[in-house]
T-cell receptor, first 114, second 115 residues
Framework: DAGVTQSPTHLIKTRGQQVTLRCSPK?????VSWYQQALGQGPQFIFQ???????QRGNFPDRFSGHQFPNYSSELNVNALLLGDSALYLC?????????????FGPGTRLTVT | AQKVTQAQTEISVVEKEDVTLDCVYE???????LFWYKQPPSGELVFLIR??????QNEISGRYSWNFQKSTSSFNFTITASQVVDSAVYFC????????????FGIGTKLQVIP
């Protein structure tokens, strides 16, 4: 049973560039959430996708956008990168209809903005 | 607004000692969910437990136990007979009702178990 996978593992970008991170949910899950975890902090909720629509959004600017595909996989896009965007980006999947509400996390993508 | 406070940023214990990680939460929802996650040095968050706001029974799973007290808005986590493998950052988190869930995490408590 494949867990949540994310790609790439590490990424280095320059200020002003754009980046796309990818996530495949755990088998059987239909919902994907994205989190940003700065060094020494807890994960901060960015947004959540279900049925290819953004359902919930945290306090992040419009530079952060996402997409969910029919196979439930998801992308996180960040435009006009800032130094402060350097963080571990975590993807979590869950099952809306399952009632369990457990979110299973992937290993994350470490983004460094120089 | 939801808020999770983990007042202990770092704890060090000697192996085999018991340790309790504190978590205090704030929410206006009457239905909510509380979680604990473990983040080892590898970085991947590992789900430990979920409790809903209507179930205040304490839970024990092996060396782990959780104490949920709605009256004090606390959801504390105790590790009995700690082991070196327990060294990690532990996060308490709070989720709202419904399947579309915005989860709010605390800042985390870094636990170091010294052999």
């Amino acid at each position: 049973d494949a867990g949540v996978t994310q790609s790439p593992t590490h990424l280095i970008k320059t200020r002003g560039q754009q980046v796309t991170l990818r996530c495949s949910p755990k088998s059987g899950h239909d919902t994907v959430s994205w989190y940003q975890q700065a060094l020494g902090q807890g994960p901060q909720f960015i947004f959540q996708y279900y049925e290819e629509e953004e359902r919930q959004r945290g306090n992040f600017p419009d530079r952060f956008s996402g997409h969910q595909f029919p196979n439930y996989s998801s992308e996180l896009n960040v435009n006009a990168l800032l130094l402060g965007d350097s963080a571990l980006y975590l993807c979590a999947s869950s099952l809306v209809g399952g009632g369990g509400y457990e979110q299973y996390f992937g290993p994350g993508t470490r983004l460094t903005v120089t | 607004a939801q808020k999770v406070t983990q007042a202990q940023t770092e704890i060090s214990v000697v192996e085999k000692e018991d340790v309790t990680l504190d978590c205090v939460y704030e929410t206006r929802d009457t239905t909510y969910y509380l979680f604990w996650y473990k983040q080892p040095p590898s970085g991947e968050l590992v789900f430990l437990i979920r409790r809903n706001s209507f179930d205040e029974q304490n839970e024990i799973s092996g060396r782990y136990s959780w104490n949920f007290q709605k009256s004090t808005s606390s959801f504390n986590f105790t590790i009995t007979a700690s082991q070196v493998v327990d060294s990690a950052v532990y996060f308490c988190a709070l989720g709202g009702p419904g399947g579309y869930q915005k989860v709010t995490f605390g800042i985390g408590t870094k636990l170091q178990v010294i052999p």
